[in-house]
């Protein structure tokens, strides 16, 4: 193999991406490139080993014989350079290295985002790899180090640590709500536009509770659906329709009366918001640090409500 070793781990960490990824279009998203510039990595890591790696179509790649022997080393590879990173950090009594954390668009954006820089600011040394996305991401291959997310668990072989819960809301825009009348009664959401994400369990119904503790099943018109939550408060602030969100994505659109909350005598079940890691057993210090931080800063957090 010809060229630097440290442009080869460079090629190697983005064709493990784009393997993991399943296509160069998520790959690039995920890394931050464009599509042309992961597509140039991948044919100059082939030209390097002088193997083809990947099988190409319009949407999606898969690895050919040689390139799953090649990607197999590659994870060993990269385990290796993790753990000479984690090997420094404690000799030099620094924390470095890259920390993978996984999160939702939306959430990632508008309530992470915060908490990421003030990490950072305190640990100067540390690389951060952000994954994200609205499925919810494989801890098993060890690509990711930790995941916050909004919703209740669902993977027991996981550690999960609460960090609050939020309430879900009825919403929409002003603008949508002077053309069509705001609904009074749950019964009326079934003739409004629902906007919903591809595999939320809203897209096809949603169940409320009154005051008294009464539930109300509804029926869904999904009139527009997706598979990012970024895309979906996108078609709701253009005054698509009506959704549910969660509370802490849309403080300052409620507080600046950008959306406004529908039957607010109707409640959903609230979310929790978790931090979310493979294993207390050997876990990397970095991977602490960033647990034991995130419950710290949400701890305090301002908006978070007595529900």
């Not at 305190?122 to 919703?151: E, N, Y």
């Not at 598979?227 to 996108?234: E, P, R, T, V």
């Amino acid at each position: 193999m010809s060229g630097s070793r440290s442009n080869m781990l460079r090629l190697i960490r983005c064709f493990t991406r784009v393997v993991d990824a399943g296509s160069f279009s998520a790959a690039a998203y995920q890394l931050g490139m464009n599509k042309g510039a992961v597509s140039q990595a991948i044919s100059t890591l082939e030209a390097e080993t002088k193997l083809r790696l990947l099988n190409r179509d319009t949407r999606h790649v898969s690895l050919t014989e040689s390139g799953r022997h090649f990607y197999n080393g590659c994870q060993e590879v990269l385990q290796s350079v993790e753990r000479l990173d984690e090997l420094t950090d404690h000799l030099t009594g620094e924390n470095s290295g890259t920390l993978r954390v996984a999160c939702s668009n939306l959430f990632g954006s508008r309530v992470l985002v915060p908490a990421l820089n003030h990490f950072m600011e305190f640990h100067p040394h540390l690389k951060m790899d952000l994954c994200v996305q609205d499925d919810v991401a494989s801890m098993a291959d060890g690509a990711i180090d930790v995941t916050v997310r909004i919703g209740w668990p669902q993977d027991s072989s996981l550690i999960a640590r609460r960090l609050f819960e939020t309430r879900q809301l009825v919403v929409s825009t002003p603008e949508y709500l002077h053309k069509h009348r705001a609904p009074l009664a749950p019964e009326e959401l079934r003739e409004m536009n629902w906007l919903s994400l591809t595999r939320h369990r809203f897209r096809n119904l949603i169940t409320l509770t009154d005051r008294e503790e009464h539930e109300y099943s509804v029926p869904l018109n999904s009139r527009m659906l997706t598979d990012n939550s970024a895309m979906l408060f996108s078609l709701l602030m253009a005054h698509n329709g009506i959704t549910a969100l969660p509370e802490c994505n849309i403080i300052s659109e409620l507080e600046q009366g950008d959306l406004v909350e529908l039957l607010p005598d109707f409640k959903l079940e609230p979310l929790g918001v978790y931090v979310i890691y493979p294993s207390r057993d050997n876990l990397p210090q970095k991977t602490r640090l960033f647990v034991d931080f995130m419950l710290d800063y949400f701890r305090s957090y301002p908006f978070v409500p007595d529900l």
